[in-house]
């Protein structure tokens, strides 16, 4: 076997999660631009004179030296340029939000596959978070658009029977996708959805961060939507990651 052992070298990455490894390392888990998901070991990270201890903090980003390889664990060198987001890290539950989306991107992934536009939609998207932006909605809105790496990919558009787009739509999981009023018969399970949601729905699928200024949702409509995208991803995504158990125990403690 030929295995291929790339230098030192540098990466753009987010870590998105680390633990304990052996005695005195850790390992943690980077989304890098170039590389795609990558799992670095951090030799001596839990030694009292650790140098990097501030490039593998929960919530950072930035830049980062280490030797990456292409299968098995990659080795972290160094923080070069590194920032964190702040207030995701100080408030629990932007936190618990932006924990969950990261697990997401995680399961919908396999490491070392690039994916550079997920890279940078996480990295805009966790940008809104720290600088206040909803993270319920920011998140609904990762919920909705990870919906075709997940194998999903329903049609947000129009009609999956008729393709019109001017009547009053609801959702149908087994049609994969919107139904206008002249086919609500197809389904006896549709979701029987308000027209409210299923525009915001639609909206969040072509969200584009970069141009996101303002969405105001009204707390029935964040409730609803909360409510449809749970049903989609336990009966048709079929995975709820341990992060999402903490975040709706965090939104019951609230209520
Ligand atoms: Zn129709």
Known sequence: MI????????FTGILMYQKAYREHDMLAKFITKQFGKKMFIVRGAKRQNFKNRAAVLPFTYGTFNGVIKEEGLSYFNSGNTVSHYQQISDDIEINAYATYV???ID?????SVQIPEWFEKLSLGLALMNDGFDASIITNIFEIQLLEAFGVAPNWVDCV?????????DYSESMGGLLCSNHWDQDEYRLHLDQRTIYYLRLFSVVDFR????????ADTKSKLRQVIDQIYTRSVGYVPKSKKFLD????FKL
């Open 107 to 111: 399961f919908a992934f396999p490491d």
């Open 249 to 252: 125990q965090l939104s019951n």
């Open 161 to 169: 029977v008729c393709h019109r787009q001017d009547l009053p739509f």
């Open 3 to 10: 295995v291929a052992n790339i230098g030192a070298t540098d």
């Open 211 to 218: 141009k996101l200024n303002k969405i105001d949702v009204n």
């Open 102 to 104: 990261m697990s997401l």
